[in-house]
């Protein structure tokens, strides 16, 4: 399968809101409502932010929210903070049993 | 404390083997979906690989289909990947990760294929 497409770098100012996209098809994030995020901070494992689609998983930040429309996925950061500066990820179901991930997006807080 | 713990990473010729383990604490692996996911050099995350917790289903992403086995050992509460006919590309960090939701991650291991 081919990898969901993702923005290469978003950045944007602290406070304000920055949203990630993540494209992909009809057999893939538009099929199944299984859509999940990361965030991986260099040299360290990728941390889990939000799962089927929208749903956020015990202990992270409000500011996380995702959402889908037919094959776009988005993760939204609102009130963006230094600490938001990093890697993020999507990965949906494709079928058949297999996963496919973003190319990854790196996210600037100027 | 609920964690996986990686291991078996190294460096091997092209073409050869390795074996690679996830050790699971705090909870029972055969009650979960575990995946092998894989981030080369400066490059992505890469899903490999993914188990049922019975171990009764397994699936392979195409460029390891006939080289890579997943399996799990449940008395040692353990994941493993076999690694056969290495290459060069799959040079990376390999993780272990928990759930259809890969809601846990291991620190990784780096495999490293090199002449």
């Known amino acids: 399968q081919s990898a969901l497409t993702q923005p290469a770098s978003v950045s944007g100012s602290p406070g304000q809101s920055i949203t990630i996209s993540c494209t992909g098809t009809?057999?893939?994030?538009?099929?199944?409502?299984?859509v999940s995020w990361y965030q991986q901070h260099p040299g360290k494992a990728p941390k889990l932010m939000i799962f089927e689609d929208s749903k956020r998983p015990s202990g992270v930040s409000n500011r996380f929210s995702g959402s889908k429309s037919g094959n776009t996925a988005s993760l939204t950061i609102s009130g963006l903070q230094a600490e938001d500066e990093t890697d993020y990820y999507c990965?949906?179901?494709?079928?058949?049993?297999?996963?496919?991930f973003g190319g990854g997006t790196k996210v600037t807080v100027l | 404390e609920v964690q996986l713990v990686e291991s078996g990473g190294g460096k091997v010729q092209p073409g050869g083997s390795l074996r690679l383990s996830c050790a699971a604490y705090?909870?029972?692996?055969?009650?979960?979906?575990m995946h092998w996911v894989r981030q080369g050099p400066g490059k992505g995350l890469v899903w490999v690989s993914r188990?049922?917790?019975?171990?009764?289903?397994?699936y392979y992403a195409d460029f390891v289909k006939g080289r890579f086995t997943i399996s799990r050992d449940t008395a040692k509460n353990t994941l493993y990947l076999q690694m056969n006919s290495l290459r060069v590309e799959d040079t990376a960090v390999y993780y272990c990760?928990?759930?259809?939701?890969?809601?846990?991650w291991g620190q990784g291991t780096l495999v490293t294929v090199s002449s």
């Open positions: 705090g909870f029972s692996l055969s009650s979960n979906w």
């Open positions: 990760a928990r759930t259809d939701y890969f809601d846990l």
């Open positions: 009809s057999s893939d994030v538009g099929s199944y409502n299984l």
């Open positions: 990965c949906s179901y494709a079928g058949s049993g297999s996963w496919v």
């Open positions: 188990i049922k917790g019975d171990g009764s289903s397994t």
